[in-house]
């Protein structure tokens, strides 16, 4: 009798729901590939809005500006661990609310961004870059397991995208 006891007792927890080097591995790629691919869009709208007419400017720095968030809105984010990434999708809805908000204020405020402009418009876009990276970043919290933590702190691909 103690022999299947134990043997079901070794079977009611395959480990399917743990946290794993893999999974976090994975979660912590997919937030790299989404941010570099933010920084991209971001350096491509630079690089046009650089050589650009002042009158072109404003257009260039808004379109940038839509690019990065329907990026953030259409991204695949990773959906486990769940005491990595709890609360991502929420946080993701809210910055692009946020940001589609700014959208339209930028543009209302820059009809043109003169030589003299550039100075203030362009390092705008890149604060809500930033913002854009920030929230959709999973976060260690005073909650997350320790061994979640500490797969996070061993997994070189971590660095720089978790909160």
């Known amino acids: 009798m103690a022999g299947l006891l134990a043997t079901a007792v070794g079977c009611a927890s395959d480990g399917a729901d743990e946290p ?3 999974s976090i591995s994975a979660t912590c790629g997919t937030i790299r590939d ?3 691919e933010l920084v991209e869009i971001a350096n491509l709208m630079s690089e046009r809005e650089l050589v650009a007419d002042p009158a072109d400017r404003a257009q ?3 379109d940038g500006l ?3 968030i329907e ?3 259409l991204a695949d984010l990773p959906d486990a661990p769940t005491e990595l990434v709890f609360g991502l999708e929420d946080r993701r809805a809210a910055v692009v609310d946020e940001m589609t908000a700014n959208a339209v204020a930028f543009r209302s405020e820059w009809a043109e961004v003169s030589t003299d402009d550039r100075a203030a ?3 705008t876009i890149f ?3 930033e913002k854009l990276m920030s929230e959709t970043q999973p976060a260690v919290t005073s909650d997350t397991p ?3 933590i500490e797969l996070v702190a061993a997994e070189p691909a971590c660095d720089h995208v978790i909160r």
Do not use: F, G, T
Request: aromatic share 4%.
């Open 66 to 68: 839509h690019d990065l």
């Open 146 to 148: 320790a061994v979640v």
């Open 20 to 22: 794993s080097a893999e």
């Open 60 to 62: 260039i720095l808004d």
């Open 121 to 123: 418009a362009v390092p």
């Open 127 to 129: 604060i809500w870059l």
């Open 71 to 73: 990026r953030v809105r």
């Open 34 to 36: 989404l941010h570099n």
